[in-house]
């Protein structure tokens, strides 16, 4: 049975969760170097956890901390990281 709230989901994920974030998306691989793009998929799961404890209250760990920070300080080293000359 379809319910208010599973047609309200499925609504929002198809508006926000794939037209929006795909044309973002590609507005910047026209924008930015595609290897500076790719680090956003290394984000998704810190901004996953972050929104499930403020929006669902859950439980958050040291762990969590200590991963989150870990994978920004990853992200932001391979952002500034100069890029290297290709070699044909």
Known sequence: MWSAATIGSLVYLSVF???????????LLRHVRAGRVALIAY?????AVVTGVV????????RF?????????GVAVAAKSPPKPVVA
């Open 65 to 73: 901390l200590v991963g989150g920070v870990l994978v920004i300080a």
């Open 55 to 62: 929006a669902l209250h859950e439980h958050f760990t040291v």
């Open 43 to 47: 984000l998704t799961p810190v901004i």
């Open 17 to 27: 969760g794939s037209a929006v974030t795909f044309t973002l998306y590609y507005w």
